[in-house]
């Protein structure tokens, strides 16, 4: 559950996030996030330390101070605020590896269920592309996947890059000559500036991303912003998945929310994630609900000095996402086979007096889960673990002279089916 007042609220990331949390590793999330930095300042070296770098990074946190308050205006003032050499330093350096990690979490639920094309090429769609954010965190996340002496499971990114604006798809093409000798699979880029709602696509793609542009395109009304993400799914090669990321907020969140609902009527789309049901999205029963992530992450030491200079958050993503694939393909679902309920955590973790519980969400729509601290055991101690996003099959709880959306955790009840992308791929 994501309520006006729970913004800030505790988040999860798969494939290790929470040993960041204990300072025994880096989650994948900040993983890719260094990667990128590392890809910048390969194509644009930056001072590594003393008052060279103290003076860089006031200089730049002026500028991403000027792009984060156009980010807040209106379209035209934002399509201004965003252009200009100033601005490309500020969202290559700062905004590119924080965004390119956003797409974490979608890539790795579908390598999990085994959901992945093949490689070693990918024909990719970068539907308002910029400077490469979304697709450069797509090859940061596939580094991330190869086993130590094993080939990677993608080698070459083809990427189709559709952007209205020329100077950031420039940044985009340099920074992609750079991506392999920074340690990820190659890019190369088609830089395409057109709109992208008049560009005649040229399918089919491995993958479609569209990174935080959408929530122009969803002012439209849900069922033609249906149509359009129902048109870029017949895009689609066999294997291929369409993921769409969106900022955490609630107007546009609410708007893919509604889209997403008129998708699962559609024939010939499959709703992959994050919902792990088909049935109406519950959040929208309530004005001010909305879902979206919350990872825990924190960025590379030098940006959060940037940071903290320009007055912004630097620890956690926050973002809204829904992954699409074609109807025609069989392909694991996002929790394992098992017994009881498909669940995705929807909250974080609410400790109050006497008794700790979460929100979820599954085909019985919203579920809030308790368990009273008498009821603590080790049998069910892997309540604990729930961190919102996380995806879990919980047994047929307690739901004795109580509807299903209010269920009880015993001592006695068994809590086996947690599921988390770092248990490795499936199929």
Not at 301 to 315: I, Q, S, Y
Request: hydrophobic letters at 40%; aromatic letters at 4%; charged letters at 25%.
């Amino acid at each position: 559950m994501s309520r006006e007042t729970d913004r800030h609220a505790a988040g999860s990331a798969p494939a290790g996030a929470r040993a960041t949390e204990h300072g025994d590793a880096r989650g994948p999330e900040d993983r890719v996030m260094r990667a990128l930095l590392g890809l910048v300042s390969q194509a644009d070296p930056w001072p590594t330390d003393g008052p060279a770098l103290r003076e860089a990074q006031r200089a730049l946190a002026a500028d991403v101070t000027a792009v984060s308050q156009a980010y807040t205006r209106e379209r035209h003032a934002i399509d201004q605020g965003a252009t200009g050499e100033a601005a490309y330093r500020a969202r290559r350096r700062f905004f590119l590896p924080r965004d390119g990690a956003k797409v974490v979490k979608p890539l790795l639920e579908l390598w999990a269920a085994g959901a992945l094309p093949p490689g070693p090429r990918w024909r990719v769609l970068d539907l308002g592309a910029g400077l490469g954010s979304t697709s450069l965190g797509v090859a940061a996340t596939l580094s991330l996947l190869a086993a130590p002496g094993e080939d990677a499971l993608v080698r070459e990114l083809h990427v189709d890059a559709v952007e209205k604006d020329p100077g950031a798809l420039r940044h985009f093409s340099q920074l992609a000559r750079h991506a392999e000798a920074s340690g990820l699979p190659r890019v190369s880029v088609r830089p395409l500036a057109v709109d992208l709602r008049q560009h005649a696509l040229e399918g089919p793609y491995d993958l479609i991303v569209a990174g935080l542009v959408l929530n122009e395109l969803l002012g439209e009304p849900a069922l033609q912003a249906a149509a359009r993400l129902a048109g870029l799914v017949q895009q689609l090669a066999p294997g291929g998945s369409l993921i769409v990321l969106e900022p955490a907020l609630r107007e546009p969140t609410r708007a893919l929310h509604e889209a997403r609902d008129a998708l699962t009527a559609h024939p010939h789309v499959r709703i992959f994630g994050p919902c792990v049901h088909a049935g109406p999205c519950p959040m929208l029963q309530g004005p001010k609900d909305w879902c979206h992530e919350d990872v825990p992450a924190t960025l590379p030491d030098e940006l959060v000095t940037v940071a903290r200079d320009a007055g912004l958050r630097f620890e956690r993503l926050t973002y809204a996402f829904l992954t699409l694939r074609r109807a025609d393909e069989n392909v694991s679902a996002l929790v394992p086979e098992g017994e009881g309920q498909a669940l995705r955590v929807v909250s974080q973790p609410l400790p109050t007096k006497g008794k700790r519980e979460w929100f979820a969400c599954g085909e019985h729509g919203r579920v809030r889960v308790t368990r009273l601290d008498r009821h603590q055991s080790d049998v069910n101690a892997g309540f604990e673990r729930a961190q919102r996003g996380d995806l879990v099959r919980l047994p047929v709880l307690d739901t004795a002279s109580r509807p299903m959306s209010d269920a009880r955790v015993r001592a006695d009840t068994p809590l086996p089916g947690w599921f988390y992308a770092e248990q490795g791929p499936r199929g």
